[in-house]
Every structure is written in structure tokens, then in C-alpha cells.
């Protein structure tokens, strides 16, 4: 039968503003192989892994044959390391607004949450903003083939709870990621502006409810 039974979050731009700090990493990074990217470009780079990220700003350069495979996981390695220090003083105080009740609502409602992040970051985030308890199924990132729009992610965020996807609704802030959950035939919340295909949509975290998850799984 179908009934709510799970919620799967993501983590970057959903649960903090880490997509932040991956665009200043990746900026940089870009701008240290002369390779310009704006924010309207790190839209596409939202939602997706580490090496597929750089393969698109080296093809956005034009570069993407100008580094072997060992000079391109430095250039990840780089980047990574440069948002890892960027995450430095990450606190509880950077949980974006609304979230830490509402995850504490939907526990309380004897639903599950599970992290659906293609991040390898995901569980040091978590843990530095202390959250990790909040959790109870985390998906493993370096285990995960295909990045979102693929729907891997939230398939074995869903199996990790036991809860069959039709019974979970995602949240997610990019268009990968609507595009994830949907594939995963599961209902899809969307946080942000112009993003397509979700079947809510609200402008920021605070306007997240329990309320909102169960009127869009009802939908
Ligand atoms: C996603 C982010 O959550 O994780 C992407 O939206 C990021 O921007 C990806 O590239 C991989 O993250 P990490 O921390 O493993 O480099
Ligand atoms: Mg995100």
C-alpha cells in the first residue's frame, strides 16, 4: 500500500549552504587553469561528483585533453582540499533555517530520513554541523556508479531504509537532483528558484514543513 513512510534529503544547498563554498573551490581551481565560471555555470556542477564536475569545466575551457588522468585527480584533490578549509569553522549555526525542526518533525511523525549526497564530504558535514544522529540511513557517495540526474543515490537511500521508493518523497535544491528523485519514482521537492519537474517548489528551507511532504505525497 502506498503510504509515507521516508524522507531523503540532500545535503549541498539543503540541509547547509556548502554549495557555496563548492563553487568558491571550484572557481578557483578553474581560474588557476585559466578557465572562467560564473554562478549561472555552477548550476550545472550542482548534484554532480567530484571528476564529473572538472570534466565539465575542462570542456567549458576547452581543455579536457589537456590533462592526463593522474594531473586530473590533483586538480580534484586541489579543489577538494580548498573546500575542505573553506568548512572549517562549520558549526550547527550554519544548519540552513527551518531544517533541524523539521528533521526533528518528521522522526517524530515515525517517518525515516535518509542523506541522499553524491558528496564524499557528506558524513564530515554532517557530523561538524550535528546532525549525523538526526539520520538513519546515510547513502555512501564513494559507492554510488552514476551521479545524479541518475536516480542511483536515492535507490539505495531508499533501500538502506527498507522503504520502496514510491513511499519516499527527496528534497532537493538541484536539477540533477529533481531530475534523481523523479527517476527514482519518488515524489520530488524542489528548494529554490527554476527548477523544472519537481512537484513543489518552495524559495528557501524555511518554508519547509511536514505539512508540504505529506500534501506533495498525496499528490
Ligand atoms: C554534491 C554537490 O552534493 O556533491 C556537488 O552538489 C559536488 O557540487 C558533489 O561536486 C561531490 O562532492 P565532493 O564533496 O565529494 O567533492
Ligand atoms: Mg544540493
Redesign the pocket.
Known sequence: MKQLEAVIF????VITDS?HF?YLA?KQLAADINIEIDEAFNET??????M??LDLILAKGGREQDFTLAEKEEL?AK??AH?VELLEDLSPADILPGIASLLEAIRTAGLKIALA??????PMVLAALGLTDSFDYLAD?AKITH?KPDPEIFLVAAAGLGVAPENAVGIED?QA?VEAIKSAGMKAIGVGTGLIGADELVSDTSELTLAIIQKVFHL
Open positions: 540532500d545535503l549541498d544547498g554549495a563548492h571550484w556542477l550542482k548534484g554532480i561528483s567530484r564529473d564536475s580534484a579543489k577538494n573546500y549526497s553524491v558528496s564524499k564530504n557528506a557517495a551521479s538541484a537532483g
